[in-house]
């Protein structure tokens, strides 16, 4: 059982380079998200996804883009990579019952901009 | 809106050691508690969780209670060891729909031999 794959684990970008972050769940989960931890910040959600063709913004959504086009994977797309985006990033995939959540998350990607 | 204080670090502790790592919340509704641990180089993951007012979460030793009243969820341990070295991360989640989990800013626990 794989759970939740991110790739790649880590990458170097140059400003204004585009690049796209994969994340994929094989649990059938509908529920994706795009995670960001900083230093002294936390986790801040990106964006997120209730189901395949669903997607909304989350707390800091600038600068990055999603798309769900099936229940198995949700992409993060940078189209303009700046250095305000070097960050540990995490996909997350959850279920939910009721008010109760199940949340999965990825290894992680270490992105550097210069 | 949503928020989870928890206590900054870093927290040095002697092996053995007791453990309290204070997590306070404000939310709308009835939140889930969750604590979740990032070991050095990993990704999250779910430690415990209690879902509604005195439950105990429980995992590996650890123990935190949902209390309501103080709007807590306190992570303790009575005797740590080395490999409980890691970043912890107080989570709360109060939507209907899957709007993502609101975290706090994690506490890095280090646990000296």
């Known amino acids: 059982n794989a759970g939740v794959t991110q790739t790649p684990k880590f990458q170097v970008l140059k400003t204004g380079q585009s690049m796209t972050l994969q994340c994929a769940q094989d649990?059938?989960?509908?529920?994706m998200s795009w995670y960001r931890q900083d230093p002294g910040m936390g986790l801040r959600l990106i964006h997120y996804s209730v189901g395949a063709g669903i997607t909304d913004q989350g707390e800091v959504p600038n600068g990055y883009n999603v798309s769900r086009s099936t229940t198995e994977d949700f992409p993060l797309r940078l189209l303009s990579a700046a250095p305000s985006q070097t960050s540990v990033y995490f996909c997350a995939s959850s279920t939910l019952r009721g008010w109760r959540i199940e949340a999965f998350f990825g290894q992680g990607t270490r992105l550097t901009v210069v | 809106g949503d928020s989870v204080t928890q206590m900054e670090g870093p927290v040095t502790l002697s092996e053995e050691a007791f453990l309290t790592i204070n997590c306070t919340y404000t939310?709308?509704?009835?939140?889930?508690l969750f604590w979740y641990v990032q070991y050095p180089g990993e990704g999250l993951q779910l430690l415990l969780k209690?879902?509604?007012?005195?439950d105990k979460g429980s995992n590996k030793g650890f123990e935190a209670t949902y209390r309501k009243e103080t709007t807590s969820f306190h992570l303790e341990k009575g005797s740590v060891q080395v490999s409980d070295s890691a970043v912890y991360f107080c989570?709360?989640?109060?939507?209907?729909?899957?709007?993502?989990?609101?975290f706090g800013k994690g506490t890095h626990l280090i646990i000296q031999p």
């Open positions: 989570a709360l989640y109060s939507g209907g729909g899957a709007d993502g989990l609101t």
């Open positions: 939310a709308t509704g009835y939140p889930s």
């Open positions: 649990m059938n989960h509908e529920y």
């Open positions: 209690a879902t509604k007012a005195d």
